[in-house]
């Protein structure tokens, strides 16, 4: 039986649940009855969809509130004025001509910003912008005095700098001082109101340049009205013209599952795609979205107490950001190892300065070297903050007077601000073609052939995006990959695939209660934010001056706005601010054609796709800090490692490595995992190919495992204790540049390492020990070997049992070999031969079959 779910009103469309027999895209459907809109929720595997449909009714929905209503159309009318005034010089008269800015900007208001403050025509029209817009209060004003008139009782309660200033004037005026003495005046000015002033009015020039498609700061405050009264609607109202791209001109609208391309279920066509997507690298750019906040992780520096940025996350021994850097390497190594040719992908980083989020992710690069990468091929660009405000009555929120509450925008903005500062003309002159977009916290997005694969097909196939997704959890802060399935009003029928954002569930009568067959959540992949996209495609949208360079607009209120006051005070409020979601970007590459696709919509009939694994092979996020004594992990570093350790698990218990399966997340909730498992990417990043550098032997439980070396080979090793392995030239060595910069070369003089037949004993880690940090790699231990190889050394054993507490450290330069002696151990220290200081003694040779790689061991 299908199960109908409230929908509610759109525009003057209105939707309402009514249960009716349903049909899907697969067979022949009969056309809905007139003036009846229905949603259907039911099985994908019953060959039936979920259904929204928006047929015009003959009376219309609720106005908007009321509070909201005139405000709206004011700014509207202000905004359509502004926007025929041609200069500077219009705009201000225009805005001037605002009741609430000539009330505001009184004559000693005007003397203070013009003649002591000396801002210029552009600072003034942006704080006119603001009060024009209600938001008064920023710049010190009591907002409800003034809007009833009463500016004289609203100014004799001003506390700001600014009416201080206009007081000490007009007494200096009264005593006949006329010309104030310079350094007086200087110094109050340069106090800290007007050091905030000044950053207020970065932030307001930032806003009004990048916001200008919307009609800037004014449009800001619209959009925001705009979603408040659309959430004013009994039971909400569904955004469409929000999340899909002019769906106003629409008659039927319907979401269905969408057809996935399944790379656990068909591995051949998975293969031959991430070759596709190995192949096509010199085509690829990468793309960072990195400017959030992310509060919910509660990241700070140990040693001054500031906030940190996700990106800074101390994650199983490295930063966030060098994780990600790191998987980008892995697959610029595994093409140089198919290909002999050295590809560096230009990378593209979006970052904001909140938390310091620019000036610290720049500087952590700097001081790596730029990962041996050289600077040219890095490309920040600073996306804009932007005010919160208050749910109830769409105030911006401050801390104190010119200090507004403000955030990022979201990571949808990353299209038109790549736009606006050249990012897509960079990639261009670098060759490029595509882009790969992830998101910092999910820590196993390139696991093995699952982000190669998504940037291989849209490559070969010419897609202009695509999603890679998985099965969606309860509890995860994630939206759902849908098929849209909508009727113009031309009569034309469009499809394509989109996102609805986990917010916005309640609007589609979406619950997030447990999951089932019956639920909505179950028929739907989740989003995952990992994307390809076509970059002329992208630019196209981005710089388009419109609303669609801001995919997805929303203002989620669900999470409260906590913030502190210029007393000290903590306030913790319903609030939210315009974001922007990227994957909706999608909303502009629907698929028109002249009559309904009755028996479905073939992925290569659509500009969009969506490749599929398993979810651990796809996404497991560090987004929030574990609070103590709590059983729940989905998206903490605690429960994003034990996805890594199970994939550890999958990938070795693969290459007859007996190996303890790791259970359920509800064991370890007061405990670390079983093992400790770490291994550089590069021995893949495939899997495929990993496998052939294990074979055989065992990992006890309570085992730690780190490989840090590309070049490695396990056969029959047990391990029961820790074993390390770390090497200066994973990848290669670097040399410096023409300007100086090093620069890594692939291949050239990596450490190696083989172990065969080798039992290697110790006590390890300490599982007992408070200090440990599991996800950290912080941990404490009684025993260990340690193998540590400089340059290009090289380390072997064989047929030898390691037991104790060992160090091994090679010199560049010299192969250490260990086997078994008539006492004891067998070691001998010896110079590697010139000839092979570059490739090594032995090196892997790697071979394209098919669609498969094959590994050989090639001994010089």
Same mark, same amino acid.
């Given at each position: 039986m299908a199960r109908a779910t409230p929908i509610l009103h759109q525009n003057n469309l209105l939707l309402t649940p009514r249960t009716r027999t349903s049909h899907s895209l697969f067979n022949s459907p009969k056309p809905p009855p007139p003036l009846s809109p229905t949603l259907t929720s039911v099985s994908l595997s019953h060959h039936r969809v979920t259904r929204v449909s928006t047929a015009p009714l003959e009376h219309a929905p609720p106005s908007p509130s009321p509070d909201f209503r005139p405000e709206i159309s004011r700014l509207k009318s202000l905004r359509s004025t502004l926007s025929r005034s041609k200069t500077l010089t219009d705009k201000l008269r225009a805005i001037h001509a605002d009741s609430r800015v000539k009330r505001f900007f009184t004559v000693g208001v005007s003397r203070v910003l013009n003649d002591y403050l000396k801002l210029g025509d552009y600072e003034l029209f942006l704080l006119k912008c603001v009060v024009a817009a209600g938001q008064e209060h920023v710049l010190g004003s009591i907002s409800e005095s003034v809007v009833e008139g009463d500016f004289e009782s609203a100014r004799g309660l001003l506390k700001s700098a600014l009416y201080g200033l206009v007081e000490m004037i007009e007494k200096w005026d009264v005593e006949g001082g006329g010309g104030v003495v310079g350094g007086r005046v200087e110094e109050e000015v340069e106090g800290k109101e007007v050091?905030?002033?000044?950053?207020l009015l970065k932030t307001l020039g930032e806003m009004e340049r990048f916001y200008d498609?919307?009609?800037?700061?004014?449009?800001?405050?619209?959009?925001?009205?705009?979603?408040?009264?659309?959430?004013?609607?009994?039971?909400?109202?569904?955004?469409?013209?929000?999340?899909?791209?002019?769906?106003?001109?629409?008659?039927?609208?319907?979401?269905?599952?969408?057809?996935?391309?399944?790379?656990?279920?068909?591995?051949e066509y998975a293969s031959q795609a991430a070759l596709w997507g190995i192949e096509g690298l010199p085509d690829l750019g990468e793309i960072y979205p990195l400017g959030g906040s992310a509060d919910r992780l509660g990241l700070v520096d140990p040693h001054t107490g500031e906030c940190l940025p996700a990106a800074m996350l101390p994650y199983c021994g490295r930063t966030l950001l060098e994780g990600l850097i790191r998987d980008l390497q892995a697959r610029e190594f595994l093409y140089f190892k198919l290909y002999g040719k050295q590809c560096v992908t230009p990378v593209a980083i979006m970052t904001s300065s909140a938390k310091n989020n620019h000036e610290r992710i720049t500087s952590l690069c700097e001081r790596l070297g730029w990962f041996g990468r050289g600077r040219s091929l890095f490309q920040f660009f600073e996306q804009p903050l932007v005010p919160a405000v208050g749910a109830e009555d769409g105030q911006w929120l401050v801390t104190r007077q010119f200090m507004p509450v403000c955030k990022p925008g979201g990571h949808g903005v990353i299209w038109k601000l790549a736009y606006d500062r050249g990012i897509f003309q960079w990639f261009y002159d670098h060759g490029r073609k595509g882009a790969t977009v992830r998101q910092v916290s999910n820590v196993v997005a390139a696991t093995d052939l699952t982000l190669l694969a998504l940037a291989g097909i849209g490559l070969h196939h010419g897609k202009k995006l695509g999603f890679a997704s998985c099965k969606r959890i309860l509890g995860a802060t994630e939206g759902i990959n849908v098929l849209v399935e909508k009727k113009n009003l031309d009569g034309m029928w469009a499809y394509?695939?989109?996102?609805?954002?986990?917010?916005?569930?309640?609007?589609?009568? $979406?619950s997030e209660g447990p999951l089932s067959?019956?639920?909505?959540?179950?028929?739907?992949?989740?989003?995952?934010? &990992?994307? !390809? =996209?076509?970059?002329?495609?992208?630019?196209? $949208?981005?710089?388009?001056?419109?609303?669609?360079?801001?995919?997805?607009?929303?203002?989620?209120?669900?999470?409260? &706005?906590? !913030? =502190?006051?210029?007393?000290?005070?903590?306030?913790?409020?319903?609030?939210?601010r315009l974001e922007c979601t990227m994957q909706n970007i999608a909303d502009n590459f629907f698929n028109a054609h002249s009559s309904r696709r009755c028996e479905g919509v073939e992925a290569d009939n659509l500009d969009t796709f969506i490749v599929y694994n398993e979810r651990r092979k796809v996404t497991s996020s560090a987004k929030k800090k574990r609070r103590y004594g709590d059983k729940s992990f989905p998206q903490t570093p605690d429960g994003s490692?034990?996805?890594?350790?199970?994939?550890?698990?999958?990938?070795l218990s693969h290459c007859q490595i007996e190996i303890p399966k790791i259970e359920g997340n509800d064991k370890y909730a007061d405990s670390g995992p079983p093992y400790l498992i770490f291994l550089h990417p590069a021995l893949g990043p495939l899997w495929e190919v990993t496998r052939q550098k294990f074979v055989g032997g065992s990992i006890a439980e309570g085992s730690e495992l780190q490989v840090e070396v590309a070049e490695f080979l396990w056969r029959?090793?047990?391990?029961?204790?820790?074993?390390?392995?770390?090497?200066?030239?994973?990848?290669?060595?670097?040399?410096?540049?023409?300007?100086?910069?090093?620069?890594?070369?692939?291949?050239?003089?990596?450490g190696r390492c083989k172990l065969q037949n080798v039992k290697v004993l110790n006590e390890g880690i300490d599982w007992t020990s408070g200090h440990n940090t599991y996800w950290k790699h912080d941990v404490q231990r009684f025993e260990l070997l340690k193998v540590i190889l400089h340059g290009n050394a090289e380390f072997e054993a064989t047929d030898v049992i390691l037991q104790g507490n060992h160090v091994f450290e090679v010199p560049n330069g010299y192969k250490l070999k260990i086997t078994s002696g008539n006492s004891g151990l067998d070691v001998q220290l010896n110079p590697i031969e010139e000839k092979s200081m570059d490739t090594g003694s032995w090196f892997w040779n790697y071979k394209i079959n098919g669609t498969h790689i094959q590994l050989e061991l090639v001994e010089l």
């Open positions: 050091g905030a002033l000044r950053k498609c919307i009609g800037g700061i004014i449009g800001y405050q619209i959009a925001v009205l705009e979603l408040l009264a659309q959430s004013r609607y009994e039971g909400h109202t569904i955004n469409w013209s929000k999340h899909l791209n002019e769906s106003k001109g629409c008659q039927l609208l319907e979401v269905h599952p969408p057809r996935v391309l399944d790379l656990s279920e068909d591995t394509g695939l989109s996102c609805i954002e986990y917010t916005e569930f309640d609007k589609f009568g $979406i067959s019956h639920s909505l959540q179950a028929e739907f992949p989740a989003n995952t934010n &990992i994307l !390809y =996209v076509d970059l002329p495609s992208a630019e196209l $949208i981005a710089s388009r001056e419109s609303e669609t360079s801001l995919p997805g607009m929303v203002l989620n209120t669900k999470k409260p &706005i906590t !913030y =502190v006051d210029q007393f000290g005070i903590q306030h913790r409020v319903p609030g939210g490692l034990l996805d890594i350790m199970r994939n550890a698990y999958d990938l029959d090793v047990q391990l029961d204790g820790s074993l390390i392995v770390v090497a200066e030239n994973i990848l290669g060595s670097t040399t410096m540049d023409e300007n100086g910069d090093p620069k890594l070369q692939y291949g050239r003089r990596c």
